[in-house]
């Protein structure tokens, strides 16, 4: 049986998928992110871990397909160029894990999020281009076009996060810039938009001011909640103003919307279709959108995708 990894490393856990070549995940490991020492020692935990695998289900080194990767930080041609949240800095990533491996296999990396924007493309049957939003506690995003990801020349390319919405009250944005969607459509930045709504209001609303997680702003815009209903608009409104840059630049077929934030739902979707007609550009008008269809497994799927494609 041919087999091949999806890797996900995250900055808290790494999460590595064993998949058959019809991408069905066959099982899951999860291990802490080592930050020690800039990282140096996560490639060889990884690569136990999937020399494990190979051990205890029996696999031939040679029916390993490949082992892809998506990391959070800029990556060029499988090259990493920085990831701030686990210390690793210009990482030869593919040459450094045959080293701990002790094999040969084909390896790939790239982007995080522009691995999840994959692996949304590898389960659509028309669409070929594609912008990925995942909305968390950051704000990531991935291009695929006709098929092929765009990582950028700096590995920098669908980084949404950091289009500028907010020009008359911006607040200031992990990236040093203000205004940045991420300051509006992470969960902190959705806590702050429903923050300010609450002051400029009178409506009644059952929010509070103590407890402003997405989850709970959403579940009550739901049921109706007047000023949750404002903060779903708002949000709504930030992101197709950030999707309307997007399209006027790549023009895609669809964009999805995936992150925690996206369990929100259809109201989301709604609210972004909404507003996304009085930002974009005619030409753009028909741009979709549409939820995620990989939920927290995306980044594994993405990096599965990486080997299996054979791009
Ligand atoms: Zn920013």
Redesign the pocket.
Known sequence: MKVAFGVDVGGTTIKIGLFNTKKELLLTRVIKTNKKDKGAAILGEIASEVKEIILSENIREKDVLGVGFGVPGPVVNNFVVWCPNIGWRDLKLEEEFIKELGFKVKVKVTNDATAAAYGEYAYLEEEKNLAFMTLGTGVGGGIVIDGNIVEGVHGAAG?F??L?VEYEKPDK??????G????VASIRGIGWVTKRILKETNLPTELKENNLNPREIFNLAKKGDRVALLVVDKVGDYIAKASAKIAATIDPDVIVIGGGIANAGNILIKAIKKAYKNYAYFGNRKVNFRLAKLKNDSGMYGALELILSGK
């Open positions: 980084e996060g950091h500028q944005c992990s990236c040093g810039l203000y940045c969607l991420e300051t």
